[in-house]
């Protein structure tokens, strides 16, 4: 039984936290989506000269659209003004993350052998699987059912389903999916709930989390972090995205030498919220 610990760590990860060897990832959410106001329809960028931990870097440049800031420890920060044009919004944050990874580019290649390797084991279970021998334990009750077999256990409860097997778990709670291997070190985690969806891919040394909110607006975040530093001394980028639907959206993209996310990319989500609100 003692491989439950894999999926209730996992579990922690939703409000809480998931620790590898070298990943942790932290989320917390004590927003109230019914307090969530319009999002303003912006031209100009308002750039203050500090914010929190930033420092403007000269004057708003190709006309009121683009701010630069920098942080502790060299950290950059850019504020755009995006007019979509037709385009949807996550064509145009596609771009800001195609150019954003190009800073890690050993994250990007690990998270993406990940999810190979992941698919291959999941085509590989489907054909066999066998079970551990060891202890057998069992528990049935209305809505109860606790089965366990050596190092394999199956768990159902209203709204939980949870899969062990060995050093790997599936966990079902609500809307979130959670996949966990202990021996390659990898959670991966997938959900929505009331229209917010959220994506987590974690894998040693990097690690990569989505969240959007549902609705016509445009409040997305997007970060990439990595254990080992880049050339250039990067362990994370990320931008903070928001505007009313058909835009223009105002992105806050971020480049730091942190893991933590910290005082930088908060400060970079303030910097967002004064120009287009919350």
Known sequence: MRRLLIP?????????????DSVRISSTRTEDPDAKGALKVVETLQCPRTMGSLTRKGSASAEGMVCTYSGPR??????????????????????F?????????????????????????????EKTHPTAAGDRASVQAPGVDIRAEGDDATVRLPG??????????????????????????????????????????AH????EIRTSAGGGATRASWILTDNRPSE???????????????????????????????????????????????
């Open 97 to 125: 993350e195609e150019r954003l990874s190009a800073s890690l580019p050993q994250a990007v290649a690990q998270l993406r052998a990940s999810a190979e390797e992941g698919a291959a084991a999941v085509a590989a279970a």
């Open 160 to 201: 939980l389903h949870i899969e062990s097997r060995g050093d790997e778990a599936s966990v079902r709670i609500g809307g979130f999916h959670i996949d966990a291997s202990d021996g390659e070190g990898s959670v991966n985690i997938e959900g929505s709930e009331g229209g917010d969806n959220v994506s987590v891919q």
């Open 74 to 95: 060299g950290a950059e920060v850019s504020l755009h003004l995006v007019e979509l044009d037709g385009s949807s919004a996550a064509e145009a944050l596609k771009a």
């Open 232 to 278: 250039a001394g990067w362990r994370l980028v990320g931008y903070e995205a928001r505007g009313p639907a058909g835009g223009p959206i105002v992105v806050a993209t971020v480049r730091s030498r942190d893991r933590d996310r910290g005082s930088v990319f908060e400060d970079a989500k303030d910097l967002v919220a004064l120009n287009v609100g919350e």
């Open 8 to 20: 209730a760590l996992c579990l922690a990860a939703l409000t809480a936290a998931c620790d590898g």
């Open 204 to 207: 040693q040394d990097a690690a």
